[in-house]
């Protein structure tokens, strides 16, 4: 009698203490499994900066991590007045490849939301340079250099808009018409071979994402030309020309969204 009287004692104080038992020495735990995203490859546009965020959250893209692509970029336009005629046509009623409001300067806001999306900040200089003075360059090479002495960029552009018309500046992709890029190399400097080198790569990355939508290189050197282009400052420094008087504002925008990918992912080839 003794012994059942402690069976059943000791076996309530067990079902007591089990929730006890049960908190502070918990089952195995299974491992964590994690599947990375897959890169689509596929390209998002950003039709303006207050289309940018749904865009990006509807998209999904997967961003190139600063880790992989050290340094920032920064965004300069010398002819800061170069203009497209569709642009100031659709906004002004008139025809005008040069514009003191309208004009190139305001694809740094496109550029800053594509270059986000690939994971880079993008520092853009928005200085009013005029128009395509011969003296452009040498007026906004303090400012530049200044923005260079604070901080380490990985890639600088200067975006430019080309005079020839459309027929030479468009290509047609799977997502519609784009607006052609061609890269411009100063031969009047003695680093200009490392600035050719990045150039090309950033050119054949972006035939790899739309096939004949870059021009490809070209160098300028001797009588009449400027020949540096402000190049001298660093071997990440780049001339764009992109499109031509007659790209429209889409057409741009996707171009826009091809440097910046092509640029991002050869910033990080770089940095491995």
């Not at 299974?30 to 599947?35: A, D, L």
């Not at 997502?175 to 090309?200: C, M, T, W």
């Not at 969204?257 to 491995?272: C, F, M, P, Y």
Request: glycine share 8%; aromatic share 8%.
């Amino acid at each position: 009698m003794k012994k059942s009287w402690q069976f059943h004692t000791l076996f309530i104080l067990f079902l007591f203490l089990l929730p006890i038992l049960i908190i502070h020495f918990p089952g195995p735990q299974q491992p964590e499994s994690r599947q990375a995203a897959p890169d689509t490859g596929r390209l998002v546009y950003a039709a303006n900066l207050f289309d940018y965020e749904e865009e990006a959250e509807e998209s999904d893209p997967v961003p190139v991590s600063l880790t992989e692509a050290k340094g920032d970029v920064l965004m300069y336009f010398t002819h800061s007045h170069e203009a497209f005629a569709p642009i100031v046509k659709a906004k002004h009623g008139k025809v005008a490849v040069f514009h003191e409001k309208d004009n190139i300067m305001s694809l740094g806001a496109v550029f800053s939301s594509h270059f986000k999306m690939n994971g880079h900040n993008l520092d853009v200089l928005n200085y009013d340079n005029g128009g395509a003075s011969s003296k452009a360059y040498g007026k906004i090479r303090p400012h530049v250099s200044k923005l260079m002495s604070e901080k380490d960029y990985g890639l600088i552009l200067d975006i430019h808009r080309d005079a020839l018309g459309r027929a030479k500046t468009t290509v047609s992709g799977k997502d519609g018409s784009y607006a052609k890029a061609a890269f411009v190399i100063g031969l009047e400097h003695p680093g200009q071979k490392k600035n050719r080198a990045l150039a090309e790569q950033v050119s054949a990355r972006m035939n790899e994402l739309v096939p004949g939508i870059s021009r490809g290189i070209i160098t300028k050197g001797g009588r009449g030309v400027n020949g540096v282009y402000n190049q001298d400052l660093s071997p990440n420094l780049l001339l764009i020309e992109m499109g031509g008087t007659e790209n429209t504002e889409d057409e741009l925008n996707r171009t826009a969204a091809v440097i910046a990918k092509a640029a991002a992912e050869v910033l990080a080839e770089r940095n491995q």
